[in-house]
């Protein structure tokens, strides 16, 4: 499985960002995709992943905020970040996995920063 991800940048506090990932191979096992985080010093995070029935989890400091969506037709998820804050700053992965205790395969990063 291969993931590429897009998206990311630099915008200031409130603004909005959104991040795209296609997965591409031998997709068809995959049941999860989300969107992981890791700011410096810090270890690597759940931000959102939704199912492929459409099921969602989000972590709490991003509810009501990020937006995760999927289309299974392309094999594609967004997160749609909005009210960005400062502490979002970090590097996105996107993410693939089978089941929810797999690690699964990763997408190369993308850099999010939110100037205060």
Known sequence: VQLQASGGGLVQAGGSLRLSCAA???I???NYMGWYRQAPGKL???VARISSSGITNYAESVKGRFTISR???????DL???SLKPEDTAVYYCNARRS???IGYWGQGTQVTVSS
């Open 24 to 26: 591409s191979g031998s």
């Open 28 to 30: 068809f096992s995959i």
């Open 44 to 46: 690597r995070e759940l």
């Open 71 to 77: 289309d299974n037709g392309k094999n594609t998820i």
């Open 80 to 82: 749609q970040m909005d």
């Open 100 to 102: 929810t205790i797999e």
